[in-house]
């Protein structure tokens, strides 16, 4: 089973999206979940997890911007972007934390213009 991202776009720099990630009771249920991202020519890198119960981490990046969030009702997964930078343009994916290889979806692409 892929988990699939959704909500990336196209925003100006200072713009905000909020990316969804819906995924099988399964794989959601009692397991850290994260964001991660590839950036263009770069390796994916885990931008924020949350574990089941709630607690948060998050990349020096990502901190005092990102919010990671879930719904544990709902079996999803919700990464709020506010203040976004050039730098953030990547391809984002959910998956479990640690990641499992067989969960990496095609993600979703976030471009944000200067």
């Known amino acids: 089973v892929q988990l699939q991202a959704s909500g990336g776009g196209v925003v100006q720099a200072g713009g905000s999206l909020r990316l969804s990630c819906a995924a099988p009771r399964s794989i959601f249920v009692n397991h850290a979940m994260a964001w991660y991202r590839r950036p263009p020519g770069k390796e994916r890198e885990l931008i924020a997890r949350?574990?089941?119960?709630?607690?948060?981490n998050y990349a020096d990046s990502a901190k005092g911007r990102f919010t990671i969030s879930r719904d544990n009702a709902k079996n999803t997964l919700y990464l709020q972007m506010n203040g976004l930078e050039p730098d953030d343009t990547a391809v984002y994916y959910c998956n479990r934390y640690p990641s499992g290889p067989r969960y990496w979806g095609q993600g979703t692409q976030v471009t944000v213009s200067s």
């Open positions: 949350i574990t089941f119960g709630g607690t948060t």
